[in-house]
């Protein structure tokens, strides 16, 4: 099947004042502006920057090929140690000539993150203050321009994000002081104190000699609070592209069958622009639907997308609710980008079908707005995708750390954003490895980061979902550290889209990525996508891979059922997905038994199966009961799985006999669920419930439970 709608319309009088963004002074304001403007990537930037990482990378890595490459020492590295008064001053950051830091992020061990930040414009301190309070605390500004992830982890083990600009005409200079760094020995002897580790990344813009720059200070912070306000109701709103025309939008609902298609095109004198881009994939319970439906894209003849919808839209190939500012998905199977995507006459955008089964396209809708095509300085959007499947932890016989690419590319543009989807089959962390990016032909890259989730933005391999305007996790129970063997799931999606912070390039630009897993010996499905802008013409190295797109998926590990002895009775373990006899009121059960985690729980795991009762429905601000079916005691022994909250008649099970509770169990503050039992003989021959009780807010305001049976003897 191939459905094909063409559109042609002039260029309406109110699209011809959209214009090119132009050069001018770089402020605060302008760059906030810039950052929230949609439109601004597509450009090639005016005034030209060349972009850079400061970071406290290992300074053992230098090119590739030369011992030290993967190494890994990557706290506390800076580029000198100054003296100021009786202050030592770590220097992390030395720019000179104009420019602007764009994102500034950080984290910390071993301290209580207390350590003194200053950043120098112009030869002159313009900010002073604890580390986590300037970036994340809002000592300069609200969230989101200044915010840590995820905030469901502890505070000292998030990630700490500035994305508030600061711009300097001359020079800057960003200093740490540290209280803990030059800790002196005991006296009469002992261990010392644990040095510091203290990471970062810094990221900057420089700018040609001579461009016009209003420097940063805290005078013109005040001044420009309306401003900063503004951009963070708008980032916190995702309003991305609100302000621009409705435009036209064409439609799509209706099934494809296998190998069809369904084919969008637009043909627009003057120029325009996909300002939105929603749809809904739907094909059954098949965990391949968001791998193997593509979504192809050409731009003025041509093809620049060729992604699996899933990665496209940020939620990798499981339904994960989150929201950016240009991607997100409600969690209800409906996915929305917000990318502004130009074209100068026509786009074509194609859905296609490379599974064995028909796909259902639902709610679909291609939003066409007005754009002013600049034939010196537009560009095309682009995104590419590929899988490593079954990739090794580590290569060759000393099993050495190796890279992997996201994409490269040849041409001039901007490199925009990346999303990272994976599977693995074990709990040690996977992602140790730094992102090393090289452009335009260099040996040694202008950035080496220190580590995968710093470069998305988190930090000590969190398991907890997050969603921000720029950095997500949609999911991350992959992550290793707080999973048992038992634990079925082993996927993470990291997502990061740049603004401020997109790396240009005027020839090209390779995005690598170091596979650092810290076992040796098990194999990994990673599949990055790569998004930039890039002149027409520009090439990638990642095209079309309809095989990597039928390859299965892997979502789950096979599910641990619990052997029953021959003596016991299956009570209920909720298998079938639903709550059958049992009553549920309130919210906190939701409309049926969960599959796991339910959206920003850590991981839980120790259940049987595949489905469990599980009250974080809302996370912990909803209450509610779960009632079972009465039944009559029979047999000496009640045995079964609980978890969640350890409250006393708030996060409990409890059974009922004639009205009262007569035996209760809770659990230990923990997800992981574990055996417990109630010796019942004594109430043999009555008739009973079962009670699952959430009846808090707050600290683990939830229960969980699974598998209950009676028996003859207890299960432990």
Known sequence: MKTTFVSTLALAAAFLALAAPASGKVTLKSLLEEMTDPDANTYLPSPRYTARLWSSYDRKTTEPGTEGWFANSDSSKFLREETVGERREQVMLDAKGPG?????????????????????????????????????????????????????????????????????????????????????????????????????????????????????????????????????????????????????????????????????????????????????????????????????????????????????????????????????????????????????????????????????LSLTALEIGGYRWDPARSMHFGACWHEYADAPSRRGAE??????????????????????????????????????????????????????????????????????????????????????????????????????????????????????????????????????????????????DPAAVRRPVRVDMPPVQVALPKTAVLFADFENGTYEAWKAEGEAFGPGPARGILPFQNPVNGYSGRYLVNSYYGKDETKGTLTSPAFTIEKPFINFLVGGGNYKDETCVNLVIDGKTVRTATGKNAERLEWTHWDVGEFKGKKATIVIVDNRTGHFGHINADCFHFDIAPRK
């Open 100 to 360: 602007v830091i764009t994102r500034f992020w950080v984290t910390v061990a071993r301290t209580d993150g207390k350590g003194i930040l200053r950043i120098y414009i112009d030869g002159k301190l313009a900010v002073e203050g604890e580390v986590l309070k300037i970036l994340s605390g809002g000592a300069l500004c609200g969230a989101p321009l200044s915010d840590s992830v995820s905030r469901e982890s502890p505070y000292l083990n998030r990630g700490h994000d500035l994305y508030l600009p600061i711009p300097y005409a001359e020079s800057c200079k960003v200093t740490y002081e540290s209280a803990t760094l030059y800790s002196k020995q005991p006296r009469g002897g002992g261990k010392p104190p644990a040095r510091e580790a203290f990471y970062y990344n810094v990221e900057t813009r420089a700018y040609a000699a001579g461009t016009e720059v209003e420097s940063f200070s805290l005078e013109v912070l005040r001044r420009e609070k309306a401003a900063v306000d503004a951009a963070n109701r708008k980032l916190d709103r995702r309003l991305n592209g609100a302000d621009k025309a409705p435009g036209e939008i064409l439609t799509f609902d209706g099934e494809i069958p296998p190998g069809q298609s369904v084919v969008r095109t637009v043909t627009r004198e003057g120029g325009g622009a996909i300002r939105r881009l929603a749809m809904a994939v739907a094909s059954g319970k098949d965990p391949n639907a968001l791998r193997s439906t593509v979504l192809e894209i050409s731009f003025d003849g041509e093809r620049t997308v060729w992604v699996p919808a899933g990665e496209f839209f940020g939620c990798g190939y499981t339904y994960e609710p989150y929201s950016s500012w240009f991607t997100s998905c409600t969690g209800a199977g409906r996915m929305e980008s917000r990318w502004t995507m130009p074209f100068e006459k026509t786009c074509t955008v194609t859905v296609r079908n490379y599974a064995a089964k028909p796909v259902a």
């Open 399 to 544: 099993k050495t750390q190796y890279d992997y690419d996201y994409a490269e590319l040849e041409g001039e543009g901007l490199f925009v954003g990346t999303t990272l989807a994976l599977w693995q089959p074990a709990t040690r962390w996977w992602g140790e490895g730094d992102e090393k990016v090289f452009i335009d032909g260099e040996n040694t890259p202008s950035y080496i980061g220190t580590g995968t989730e710093d470069y998305y933005g988190y930090a000590w391999c969190r398991p907890q979902p997050f969603d921000h305007p720029f950095i997500a996790q949609p999911i991350g129970i992959g992550q290793g550290r707080p999973l048992r063997e038992d634990f079925a799931r082993r996927n993470a999606v990291n997502v990061r889209n740049r603004a401020l912070d997109a790396i240009p390039f005027t020839k090209s630009i390779r995005f690598h990525m170091e596979m650092w897993h810290w076992l040796e010996d098990i194999k990994l499905d990673f599949a990055p996508l790569a998004c930039w802008y890039m002149r027409p013409g520009g090439k990638a190295n990642r095209g079309a």
